[in-house]
């Protein structure tokens, strides 16, 4: 039923997976990733399922006797069933880590996140000293930009060193999927770290960036202007400023209000008023994991949170004080 | 095999759709949609289906012997697996839509997006003659200010008739899970259109609406400030001014940075600069089926796209001079 092999172990089924607790799960992508153990070995495992998208070729071959349907109603011209198809036809993408470390469900246990209203006053008093005090090495990007690793991956260069960039497939892009478009552009100067640091004297720059990355972009992909998203991350993941450019139909991670600052609305904020970006008040999030929160809640600046319950309350909760 | 219901059909296998083609998908929801037919029957149909999320529950009945894994490969700790359960815990969500029309394929087909960058020129030229120009009715918003829909719904309201709003769950909320909470602020005022018409005699209003419903929410559901979005669409989905609240952690549809603005980033702006929102190029994004499309490349803003393809092209476009 089961053979260690050198490294790891592998399974023939799932019948020796004790499921302890639910880490968190996505109803949406359909995902789940949970706590358990194995039967007959020592030490946490976690099993990550996820079901599988749809592509043409399954859809033709569910469309079989072999697809036993189940209805829910019928109403007019629409009928809702389950379906039950020839289960060779509907695998389950199943990933096992074992032996899983502490560090490992941490990662995958679910992290309330909170957002922050950075004042001024809030970025130069914490989060800057926190970035400074914190070594987030940059020695990988400058490895980009010096051309000593991923030259044979840069679709454009501006090599000019106060406006130039260069634009690269980022690490989640397969370079090919247009659907899923994703480039970063890298500016060379090394002295921006965030949007933070943007005034009136860098317009020319981020406006380099806007006309030469579509062009660029247009030239090598087709992809027009009109279907891209262009961005900034606030807090970025790295302190070097540097751009995304994503297909504007991609959810990818990132584009939500909370976190992604378009470069036009960037450059005009600056062109409308110069020190925006030092006045301003922005918004940042943060998990309940992150150093910076604890910080807020000491200085009474965020609240301790309880875990979102279900609501109304379910019995458990109301009765307490049987325990 | 099948049997015809008073208004519908009612399938007992997907043996008699004969698909044409894939209108569109979702790979990351693991959704599809698929125009079709349906043998020895007239006309079209269309088949929509999708995977079901996993909960705890599937998952234990799950990890059984039934489960069979077949090993894609072992790394270390990590190993990954394609999954065979027993067809009952993994059925797939199924709607058929019998008669199709042609409503129907169009609504379900892929619609490319674009974004315009809307200059207050833009905005009085085209955007505004639009809007005045089309019925948009909101007298279900008016029906609910008046009280005369949905009072039971009400969460909160303050009547100050400039001031004042009503809050009420959103229609996409089932009003209960607090990981998916969604609630609209609705104005009392009646003359303000979209963020558009912001100006700084609206701070009151808009401050208002921030603190009062951020309290409202904390009292009634136990989420923090700290736990919630709240924003504004532009466009938004009906012309008069509302703020969307949900839950943070929640993807909620549009609230991608090029749809949603964070009140407290409006309120901002419009304390910085009073006529911001007079003055600012807002961006927003429409679909190529959408009537502004059109008059957009008509007068050269947008270009007209092709259709995103692979990249590089397939043999199928290399070859085309062989057809």
Same mark, same amino acid.
């Given at each position: 039923m089961m053979c260690d092999s050198d490294n790891g172990i592998s399974l023939?089924?799932?019948?020796k997976f004790v499921v302890k607790r639910v880490l968190s799960d996505s109803p949406d992508r359909k995902l789940i990733f949970v706590e358990g153990s194995l039967e007959g070995h020592e030490g946490a495992a976690v099993l990550i399922l996820e079901k599988k998208a749809f592509d043409e070729k399954t859809v033709r071959a569910l469309c079989?006797?072999?697809s036993v349907l189940v209805k829910s109603f019928v109403n007019d011209l629409y009928s809702t069933y389950e379906c039950f198809p020839n289960t060779k036809v509907n695998g389950i993408k199943t990933t096992l880590i074992y032996p899983a470390t502490e560090k490992h469900i941490k990662k995958f246990e679910r992290k309330t996140v909170h957002i922050i209203q950075e004042t001024p006053e809030i970025y130069k008093n914490i989060t800057l000293p926190y970035i400074l005090s914190?070594? %987030?090495?940059?020695q990988w990007v400058y490895n980009i930009l010096e051309h000593k690793?991923?030259?044979?991956? *840069?679709? %454009?260069?501006?090599?000019?060193?106060?406006?130039g960039f260069i634009l690269v497939p980022d690490?989640?892009?397969?370079?090919?999927t247009l659907e899923s478009l994703y480039l970063q552009a890298v500016i +060379? !100067? !090394?002295? *921006?770290?965030? *949007?933070?640091?943007?005034?009136?004297? +860098?317009i020319p720059l981020l406006e380099n960036i806007q006309t030469q990355g579509i062009k660029a972009i247009e030239e090598k992909y087709g992809v027009l202007q009109s279907q891209l998203r262009i961005y900034v991350h606030y807090?970025?993941?790295?302190?070097h400023l540097h751009v995304h450019f994503t297909y504007l139909q991609y959810d990818a991670p990132g584009i939500n209000t909370e976190r992604a600052h378009l470069l036009s609305t960037v450059i005009q904020n600056i062109q409308l008023l110069p020190d925006y970006y030092q006045k301003a008040t922005i918004p940042y999030t943060l998990t309940e994991a992150d150093p910076l929160y604890e910080t807020f809640c000491d200085k009474g600046l965020l609240k301790k949170s309880t875990v979102v319950q279900q609501y109304p309350p379910t019995a458990n909760h109301v009765s307490v004080d049987n325990n």
């Open positions: 023939e089924n799932l019948s079989s006797e072999e914190e070594t %987030f090495s940059v690793s991923e030259v044979e991956k *840069i679709v %454009f260069e501006d090599s000019d060193k106060d406006l690490l989640k892009w397969d370079g090919q +060379h !100067r !090394r002295d *921006i770290k965030s *949007i933070r640091d943007l005034t009136t004297k +860098h807090l970025p993941s790295y302190y």
